[in-house]
């Protein structure tokens, strides 16, 4: 299925509802083990790229735990009205209960960086790449 739109006077054609992609050599992929690299390439790329890489000396010591503040910092700068994560947790229910939620999260951040350890679950994530409807599908 393709879709014919008007940019720049010169009509081009959008492939639409087909799983495809342009390599690094702009052609083409439709195959889905193709387009599944291309894509594990580009996120792969894009997570591992530090613009700013500070390096710093190794501290050896009891571990500086996490203050309520840092905490109450942190919720208020977390964006309203996203979609929940997969546990269904969204920033607003922090912040409907912000003693609390300080509370219990300063006690769970500071757990975390005593004993050096996080849950698996927390290691792994999912990205998706969403068109918009903004730009050429194609790149």
């Known amino acids: 299925m393709s879709k014919n739109y008007k940019a720049n006077g010169k009509i081009q054609e959008e492939v639409v509802g087909v799983n495809c992609v342009k390599d690094a050599n702009r052609k083409v992929l439709v195959e889905n083990d193709e387009v599944k690299e291309v894509w594990r390439k580009h996120t792969k790329k894009l997570l591992n790229t530090w613009d700013n890489i500070i390096t710093c000396e190794k501290v050896e010591g009891p571990c500086e735990l996490i203050r309520r ?43 975390i960086v005593a004993q050096g350890r996080i849950t698996d679950d927390w290691k792994s994530g999912t990205l998706l790449p969403l068109y918009k409807e903004k730009g050429n599908l194609m790149q």
């Not at 996203?82 to 006690?107: H, N, Q, R």
């Open 69 to 111: 503040d840092e905490i109450s910092k942190a919720l208020r700068m977390m964006k309203k009205d996203k979609a929940a994560t997969c546990t269904g947790i969204v920033s607003e229910m922090f912040i409907a209960d912000e003693d609390c939620s300080v509370e219990w999260l300063t006690y769970l951040c500071s757990l």
